[in-house]
């Protein structure tokens, strides 16, 4: 292994430490969005069940003691359940909007490090290979073929180190780029149900665009 890094050269060093950030991003991340699921679920019951009884400071209560997105939604919900409806979902949409960069916190990083991790790779090789002519255009015609090709295998290791890390850093961001969207969209439905606890004798107007819908959006700007 130690003479695998050596021949690798600095670059394959480089691709190494983002191997090690990548793996403490998903396993972070893994973590809080288990986390947040578990307590989610528990919180929307418990809320449910004092609005439903118009117990609103229990209801506060049991938002403060958690750590979800969910239930600073809910809090503002409560504090504005006197409005109308469509100022309640104007700033239950700003609240959402401030909740986002926490859910996907540290995904772009991710996403990057699955990007730039073979194109290192390729850099790797391509220095290596000219390296190992170079070696060849200064000692003229090589009788023995192997020392070229020993040369040029030890130029693909970066390669290959940069496929390795890639390959599951790109499966771990889809991943949880689909889990952020799923919660956001969990998130928006219990928001209107609560909405529909808290004030019952308004109808329910068309529903604000999906979070999900909105993050991916962003996302598509970026790229473009």
Request: glycine share 6%; proline share 4%.
């Amino acid at each position: 292994m130690v003479d695998f890094l050596i021949k690798g050269g600095v670059i394959l060093w480089v691709i190494l430490s983002l191997s090690i950030v990548g793996i403490a991003i998903i396993i972070e991340r893994l973590l809080y969005l288990k986390k947040i699921q578990v307590d989610e679920e528990q919180l929307f019951n418990r809320v449910k069940g004092a609005l439903q009884k118009q117990h609103y400071d229990e209801a506060l209560a049991i938002c403060d003691t958690s750590i979800s997105p969910l239930a600073k939604l809910i809090k503002v919900g409560i504090e504005y359940r006197e409005h109308p409806q469509v100022m309640q979902k104007e700033v239950l949409r700003d609240a959402a909007n401030q909740e986002i960069p926490e859910l996907e916190k540290h995904i772009s990083s991710l996403g990057t490090i699955a990007h730039i991790a073979p194109l290192l790779g390729l850099l790797g090789t391509v220095t290596g290979t000219m390296k190992a002519f170079g070696v060849l255009g200064n000692f003229g015609a090589v009788s023995d073929p192997s020392v070229l090709a020993k040369g040029v295998s030890e130029a693909l290791i970066t390669t290959v180190g940069g496929i390795i890390v890639a390959v599951p850093a790109v499966i771990f961001y889809n991943y949880l780029v689909t889990r952020v969207n799923t919660i956001l969209i969990k998130m928006e439905n219990q928001v209107n149900a609560l909405i529909a606890i808290l004030s019952p004798q308004v109808k329910q107007e068309e529903p604000y665009k999906s979070l999900a819908a909105k993050l991916e959006a962003k996302r598509e700007e970026k790229r473009l």
